[in-house]
Antibody, heavy 124, light 109 residues
Framework: QVQLQQWGAGLLKPSETLSLTCAVY????????WSWIRQPPGKGLEWIGE???????NYNPSLKSRVTISVDTSKNQFSLKLSSVTAADTAVYYC??????????????????WGKGTTVTVSS | SSELTQDPAVSVALGQTVRITCQGD??????ASWYQQKPGQAPVLVIY???NRPSGIPDRFSGSSSGNTASLTITGAQAEDEADYYC????????????FGGGTKLTVL
């Protein structure tokens, strides 16, 4: 059973850099999209970005200038850095395993394993 | 703004059937996936692909798609199904970006 364990600083000041790491236990690291999603208080889910095992990334255009997602395959870990944070970045941040398969010629993209979430608060 | 549109709230009587919809151009090219989220918990995948349920998801959950609209149907809703439901897919840009719908709050009466 694959499990994701995430950790990182929960309280930041404006202009600091958010840094979170997610470790993958119990499964292969290759063949998946390792993803970050966030959820501001009382709001919906926002896709931040993803990385595959070879280091290829995709980022949400609204965050692209501040986001870096990296991978350490030797440790089965991937990480999120978000620079120059403001109060608007206050949210629960989730890591997740993404998959993309083709069924009858149509692509199915989904996230089947999630971390428990890390609450990040940005406040002066 | 989200490229996937969901109704903010839907209600259903206990034991009845409810459909939650998700609209977006990208759904003409991608299947939607659906997630259930209860307060204080991480989202849980309930439907992916044409109509696939992960292990442990009750068979009262089903998915369907037509044109630019995907639907999640709960047949015989239970009290424990009260939750927020989100659809998810790649976006329509062709750049393999992920996108979520705004979410639907399901109330079981």
């Amino acid at each position: 059973q694959v499990q994701l364990q995430q950790w990182g600083a929960g309280l930041l000041k404006p202009s600091e850099t958010l840094s979170l790491t997610c470790a993958v236990y119990g499964g292969s690291f290759s063949g998946y999209y390792w993803s970050w999603i966030r959820q501001p208080p009382g709001k919906g889910l926002e896709w931040i970005g993803e990385i595959n095992h070879s280091g290829s990334t995709n980022y949400n255009p609204s965050l692209k200038s501040r986001v870096t997602i990296s991978v350490d395959t030797s440790k089965n870990q991937f990480s999120l850095k978000l620079s120059s944070v403001t109060a608007a970045d206050t949210a629960v941040y989730y890591c997740a395993r993404g998959r993309s398969i083709t069924i009858f010629g149509v692509v199915s993209y989904y996230m089947d394993v999630w971390g428990k979430g890390t609450t990040v608060t940005v406040s002066s | 703004s989200s490229e996937l549109t969901q109704d903010p709230a839907v209600s259903v009587a206990l034991g009845q059937t409810v459909r939650i919809t998700c609209q977006g151009d990208s759904l003409r090219s991608y299947y939607a996936s659906w997630y259930q989220q209860k307060p204080g918990q991480a989202p849980v995948l309930v439907i992916y692909g044409k109509n696939n349920r992960p292990s442990g998801i009750p068979d009262r959950f089903s998915g369907s798609s037509s044109g630019n609209t995907a639907s999640l149907t709960i047949t015989g809703a239970q009290a424990e199904d009260e939750a927020d439901y989100y659809c998810n897919s790649r976006d329509s840009s062709g750049n393999h970006l992920g996108v979520f719908g705004g979410g639907t709050k399901l109330t079981v009466l």
